[in-house]
């Protein structure tokens, strides 16, 4: 781990985990290997835990932790010294740059609020901005913009938990069809999600999704391939090789994921030449029609012989431990994670610099 000490061109990391959602766990995991793989000659390392009920921690029994034996393999404790959110992510020592890495999923991390905090404390940060974080976090608006913008998805409703009777199960099948995906408007790693396959399942799937969101996506069943491609950029946007999920389970799940580890991650995958062009062009452009920023993960269904490539959502806070897909697919793609670490803490000052510049020309 790093010395104490500073100099002019060392930076202050601060990487902020845990966090308020479900997917507290996740970022816990994460956590332990950005800081692990961070080149202690470059960064003055500060973990920053968050405890479920949001009290923020400065993590000092963190550090210790990743210099003792094991892997850690449920993460971080959330545990430290309480501090103060803005003094705790502004501060720094003379000549020293600080950036903020959230490592935070779902609400209260992933949605845009942090990101207002760390642009209100004039702080760089890793990552999409308020705009794009809400955006992308919020799964019918985002596919609102992303119909705008012309980009083919699956057909979907949304509905709020107060507009459920007895009545919407029936209305959605005859919309729909059978089988359906219920999903939480805004939670990630497949947290609230169930596949429906009757009248039944969908009462006890919008019953599920409705206790993490008011908020609710329901959208019809596609019979494809899920194609998964990696964006790093700001305005010059590069994309990975595409990746390809073969889920151990009827879909993907948070089990799938991080539990049972069922699920193959096959990269590059196997596409015709025509759609792993395809795939790039609109990567880019979902990404920047939801103006994310910095780091997106960009994922599909190729529904072969059918409509083609369909987007299914975008994770502008995408899992990012070693074998999570989004490094994965830089690794594959020339870009160990050591150094994806860098060029995303190089991509948060670069925006930073130029977003002040155009306040400071404004005024």
């Not at 010294?81 to 600080?98: C, I, N, Y």
């Not at 083609?308 to 870009?335: C, D, H, Q, R």
Request: proline share 6%; net charge negative; glycine share 8%.
């Amino acid at each position: 781990m790093p010395p104490s000490d500073s100099s002019p061109n060392r930076i202050r990391l601060v990487v902020l985990f845990g966090g308020q959602s479900a997917e507290h766990d996740v970022s816990r995991v994460t956590a332990v290997h950005v800081l692990r793989a961070a080149d202690p000659e470059r960064y003055d390392l500060v973990p920053v835990g968050i405890t479920r009920d949001g009290q923020w921690l400065h993590a000092t029994d963190a550090m210790a932790a990743l210099d003792g034996p094991g892997e850690l393999a449920s993460g971080l404790d959330v545990t430290g010294t309480a501090v103060d959110p803005v003094p705790t992510v502004a501060s720094t020592s003379l000549g020293e740059r600080v950036v903020v890495l959230p490592l935070l999923h779902g609400p209260f991390g992933e949605d845009g609020t942090v990101q207002g905090m760390l642009e209100l404390a004039g702080v760089p940060y890793v990552g999409s901005g308020v705009l794009g974080s809400a955006l992308s976090m919020d799964k019918a608006k985002a596919k609102e913009v992303i119909a705008h913008a012309g980009i083919p998805q699956c057909r979907w409703t949304t509905l709020r938990d107060t507009d459920i009777d007895a009545s919407t199960p029936q209305s959605l099948v005859a919309d729909l069809g059978l089988p359906l995906f219920v999903k939480p408007a805004n939670l990630g790693s497949s947290v609230g999600v169930s596949k429906a396959h009757d009248l039944d399942e969908l009462a006890a799937a919008l019953d599920l999704a409705a206790s993490y969101d008011e908020w609710i996506v329901v959208e019809e069943h596609v019979e494809g391939r899920e194609i998964e491609i990696a964006v790093l950029g700001n305005t010059d946007l590069r994309v990975s090789v595409p990746g390809e999920i073969r889920p151990g389970a009827e879909f993907y799940s948070y089990d799938d994921k991080y539990i049972d580890d069922g699920a193959q991650l096959i990269v590059p995958a196997d596409l015709p030449a025509d759609v792993a062009d395809e795939i790039v062009d609109l990567a880019k452009a979902s990404f920047r029609a939801l103006r994310a920023e910095g780091m997106a993960r960009v994922d599909f269904f190729y529904e072969e012989g059918g409509r083609g490539l369909l987007l299914n959502e975008i994770n502008t806070i995408p899992g990012f431990t070693p074998i999570s897909m989004y490094p994965k697919l830089w690794e594959a793609s020339g870009v160990p994670y050591a150094q994806l670490i860098d060029e995303l803490v190089a991509l948060a000052i670069e925006r930073h610099d130029r977003r002040t510049a155009h306040r400071r020309t404004a005024h």
